[in-house]
């Protein structure tokens, strides 16, 4: 809906609401939320769709109003406060009430009911904290996440794959990505391993 000046030009009006599907012009917004619903109904994309009962709405708000009157009580709520039993919907909103609430960082409360402090898959060390969610990751910097043999094994698959599975068309790069260790010697121009 686009909203138009008000102006007056030459004897005619020219009105500030325009519909967006006929082009009919209407003084009020009002006017043009009325035409929309008598003659476009149809037409209107329904984006928001109810999850329990496949309902269409044109708004979140629309969406969010049909649940809390008509669905309240079928609402999962599948995650829930250690501290105060509160139950939730989503783990981001249990992260906001755990702050909000009890004053305590996702961090303290991942390693009080959830998990433990992360240590790097690769080489021991100590990790960083992501959310309630993932918890610690995997790794504690791109190198030891590009030395681990599960992530060179995928890479190479990939490679691979996107190659028809052939050694033979890999670009240097490519072929150092699968074996890091090889080199190409400037001499004869063989890829040979690096000692």
């Given at each position: 809906m686009k909203k138009i000046k008000y102006k007056i030009c030459e004897k005619k009006i020219i009105t500030p609401y325009k519909c967006e599907i006929c082009e009919n012009e209407f003084k009020t917004l009002r006017g043009l939320k009325t035409h929309i619903s008598q003659f476009h109904k149809s037409e209107i994309i329904k984006k928001f769709k109810c999850e329990i009962c496949e309902h269409e709405f044109e708004t979140l708000n629309g969406l969010k109003i049909h649940i809390s009157q008509f669905h309240k009580s079928e609402i999962i709520k599948k995650f829930k406060c250690e501290i105060c039993e509160h139950e939730f919907i989503n783990i981001k909103a249990l992260a906001i009430h755990i702050?909000?609430?009890?004053?305590?960082?996702?961090?303290?409360?991942?390693?009080?009911?959830?998990?433990?402090?992360?240590?790097?898959?690769?080489?021991?060390?100590?990790?960083?904290?992501?959310?309630?969610?993932?918890?610690?990751?995997?790794?504690?910097?791109?190198?030891?996440?590009?030395?681990?043999?599960?992530?060179?094994?995928r890479r190479k698959e990939t490679i691979l794959k996107n190659n028809n599975n052939s050694y033979h068309?890999?670009?240097?790069?490519?072929?150092?990505?699968?074996?890091p260790d090889m080199v190409k010697c400037e001499i004869c121009g063989k890829i040979c391993l690096n000692f």
């Open positions: 702050v909000k609430v009890h004053k305590i960082k996702s961090e303290e409360y991942y390693l009080k009911f959830i998990g433990e402090k992360g240590k790097c898959v690769e080489c021991g060390k100590d990790t960083r904290f992501n959310n309630l969610r993932v918890g610690y990751i995997k790794f504690c910097s791109n190198k030891c996440s590009s030395n681990n043999f599960e992530n060179l094994e068309d890999l670009t240097m790069s490519e072929y150092q990505e699968i074996y």
